[in-house]
């Protein structure tokens, strides 16, 4: 099957290079990769030129957010599966994509995931958590816990059922996506394989305020589709953090 990767960068100068590379390294040998930039006005483009025999799509244009320009990658993609790398991400292998695609070999699977680590901005190779796909089950949605994004690849299919990402979310429409797919009835399957580093610093690491507005929106999210949750409850999720964290130093990548 033909997969599409897409990166949505805005600025990412410092980081977008190693993103590339990561892609083009990867011996799985059906790749379309596109790349959607809000209209960076650093060297990200100069640099998305200097690889431009391992992009197929490059698209420069202002957006309305992250999952807008998410949304612009998905209806670009002409591949049978659709997977998300952001500029802040890169796989940890040559084989990353291969791996994640060999979950699809189990008969009527429509999404795979695997697990992630995140690592320090500037020291790639040090391990601050991992963020373990074992946690993702239905009953424990509600309590704000989820796959790792960058880890999700899905059939076509899916977006065809499912629908695009919403915008009227800031920080969490991954979540509701995923939620929603869910409650329609997508199988998902696990690839038990670290495929991803995610560096720190990005929108999923920010600061208290973005942490109660993102725990906000998980609310809304499983509510407009069905599970009953609340602040209380998605709170819960710290200990598990927490556990992550103190466990990073048996982390092998």
Request: proline share 2%.
């Amino acid at each position: 099957m033909k997969v599409s990767i897409i990166t949505v960068c805005y600025n990412s100068e410092k980081t977008i290079e190693d993103t590339i590379k990561s892609v083009a390294s990867q011996d799985y040998n059906d790749i379309e990769y596109i790349i959607i930039d809000g209209g960076s006005t650093d060297s990200t483009p100069d640099i998305v030129k200097k690889y431009s025999n391992h992009v197929d799509v490059y698209l420069s244009e202002k957006d309305d957010g992250l999952y807008d320009a998410m949304n612009k990658g998905i209806r670009l993609a002409s591949g049978d599966v659709i997977g998300i790398l952001n500029s802040d991400d890169f796989f940890v292998s040559r084989s990353s994509v291969s791996d994640l695609m060999s979950g699809f070999c189990q008969l009527d699977v429509d999404a795979v995931y695997s697990d992630l680590v995140y690592v320090q901005a500037e020291n790639t190779d040090k391990v601050t958590r991992l963020y373990s796909s074992k946690i993702f089950k239905r009953s424990l949605i509600r309590f704000g816990l989820m796959l790792p994004h960058p880890t999700f690849y899905a059939k076509r299919s899916v977006y065809d059922k499912c629908g695009l990402y919403k915008l009227n979310y800031r920080v969490a429409a991954d979540f509701e996506f995923i939620t929603r797919c869910v409650t329609k009835g997508i199988k998902f399957n696990r690839v038990p394989k670290i495929t991803v580093k995610m560096r720190e610093g990005g929108i999923s690491s920010s600061g208290l305020m973005w942490r109660i507005h993102q725990n906000s929106e998980i609310v809304r999210a499983c509510r407009e589709n069905g599970i009953y949750t609340n602040l209380i409850m998605v709170a819960l999720k710290l200990p598990y953090k927490v556990f992550t964290l103190l466990t990073r130093k048996l982390v092998r990548v």
